[in-house]
């Protein structure tokens, strides 16, 4: 019996003392010091996304046309995800939590570390709509036969999906790519970009 007594003080002196359960010293400030920058990172991502947009109108192609909506849905959505995420920042920075920090260490590395990988989660989520929409792009212009194929889980035989994943994604081109890859009419006049 008092081994028992013995054990069950020992986890609850290591559980409280938070040895190596959640995260090392100095832990907590480094998640939270990462934050802005992921969250400059996606807005620098949106800065991009904004102009492969416009891009995209200038180019007027009769075929992309009908996937600008789609686009402007992912831009926007893209938009509202990055307020979010200042949103939720200020809401770790500012927390009782945060400036009690000695009291309920626990607690605070939680909220950080949870909120950063829903900001990280969010960032695949967008970068996977656009390669979606940069592929439909691509079979628009050239058809199912020339756009590479998107990879499914049904169709995994003898690589692993995420490899197949990550080369699909290396061949969808941007939209710069895609829109001067465009073929010009025939007997349209040629426009010298220097005069």
Request: glycine letters at 6%.
């Amino acid at each position: 019996m008092p081994k028992t007594v013995l054990l069950v003080l020992l986890i609850g002196l290591l559980s409280l003392s938070g040895c190596r359960l959640y995260g090392g010293y100095g832990t907590t400030e480094a998640i939270t010091a990462q934050m802005p920058k992921s969250i400059e990172l996606f807005g620098d991502e949106l800065a991009r996304a904004e102009g492969d947009l416009n891009l995209l109108k200038q180019a007027a192609h009769p075929d992309l046309m009908p996937l600008v909506p789609f686009f402007e849905e992912i831009v926007e959505e893209h938009r509202m995800m990055i307020a979010d995420h200042e949103e939720l920042y200020q809401e770790v920075v500012e927390s009782p939590a945060m400036k009690n920090f000695v009291l309920t260490k626990v607690g605070v590395y939680r909220k950080a570390h949870r909120t950063l990988g829903a900001m990280v989660g969010d960032h695949d989520t967008i970068r996977g709509k656009y390669q979606d929409i940069l592929h439909d792009m691509q079979v628009a212009l050239m058809g199912e036969e020339a756009a590479p194929k998107k990879i499914s889980w049904d169709e995994y035989q003898q690589s692993p999906i995420y490899y197949e994943q990550i080369r699909w994604r290396l061949e969808t081109p941007t939209v710069q790519r895609l829109i001067n890859a465009i073929p010009e009419p025939e007997g349209a006049a040629v426009v010298d970009p220097a005069n």
